[in-house]
């Protein structure tokens, strides 16, 4: 049985790595969110889910929709709206998918967020193959 300090360990060490890599896909695109901001956003998604199911009597649920709260207002702050022009709003959802992840590695859905994180990173390269053609 594996010691639950070294669980932990291997929680916050695969959230940062799946939010490193769908931030290298931002990073390439030269979007202003990238690696380190996607990789902060899971790691602390899946800090604060480790630390209520580990320390708290709280239901999951409450965790869940403290981060998604949380995230909306990083998310915003990454929206630009001027003169009838929106940029910044793929960038938000990247980051609100990055704390879903980092919450599905948090409750050790290791499998969910894999394959989460691929999704994610599959649909940022859709407006890049688009672009190119």
């Known amino acids: 049985m594996i010691p639950v300090e070294i669980e932990i360990i291997v929680r916050l060490l695969v959230a940062v790595v799946l939010g490193i890599l769908v931030g290298a896909e931002r990073e390439v695109s030269h979007r202003p969110a990238g690696l380190r901001t996607h990789a902060l956003v899971s790691l602390g998604a899946c800090l604060f889910t480790v630390i209520s199911i580990q320390h708290f009597d709280v239901d999951p649920a409450r965790i869940a ?51 989460s994180a691929v999704l994610v990173i599959g649909i940022l390269w859709l407006k890049r193959v688009k672009t190119r053609q």
């Open 65 to 115: 929709a403290g981060i998604v709260a949380g995230i909306g207002f990083i998310g915003a702050g990454s929206i630009i709206a001027e003169k009838g022009h929106v940029q910044g709003i793929t960038t938000a959802a990247s980051l609100w998918c990055v704390a879903a992840i980092g919450l599905a590695v948090g409750v050790g859905a290791y499998v969910l967020a894999v394959v």
